[in-house]
């Protein structure tokens, strides 16, 4: 049974930065594409960053340049540093698995319960 379980959020202010984790259980880590989603308080969630299996890096232009999404392979964790974080930012923050690096949330294979990260103003 896959397992991803987030971990990293809080509430901060804006400007300060955060990391978040997800550690992944149940399957073969290498042999997939991570990433990150986003669901801000009425609205859709929203795809944020990617890593392939070689370690390659993917970004929503939202975060590009403020975000980094990094992999761990002895861990099975894959991490979110998130950088100079606007309230814009505020949302539940969820793991993702998928073997195709797919970025559409109703396609993915697996998803984690999420981890709220608000930023206050």
């Known amino acids: 049974q896959v397992r991803l379980v987030e971990s990293g959020g809080g509430l901060v202010q804006t400007g300060v930065s955060l990391r978040l984790s997800c550690a992944a259980s149940?399957?073969?880590?290498?042999?997939?594409?991570m990433a990150w989603f986003r669901q801000a308080p009425g609205k859709d969630c929203e795809f944020v960053a990617r890593?392939?299996?070689?370690?390659?890096?993917y970004y929503a232009d939202s975060v590009e340049g403020r975000f980094t999404i990094s992999r761990d392979y002895v861990k099975n964790t894959v991490y979110l540093q998130m950088n100079t974080l606007e309230p814009e930012d505020t949302a539940v923050y969820y793991c993702?698995?998928?073997?195709?690096?797919?970025?559409?949330?109703?396609?993915?294979?697996?998803r984690g319960q999420g981890t709220q990260v608000t930023v206050s103003s």
């Open positions: 890593i392939t299996r070689g370690g390659n890096t």
């Open positions: 149940g399957l073969t880590f290498e042999n997939y594409f």
């Open positions: 993702v698995v998928d073997r195709f690096g797919r970025t559409v949330w109703s396609a993915v294979d697996y």
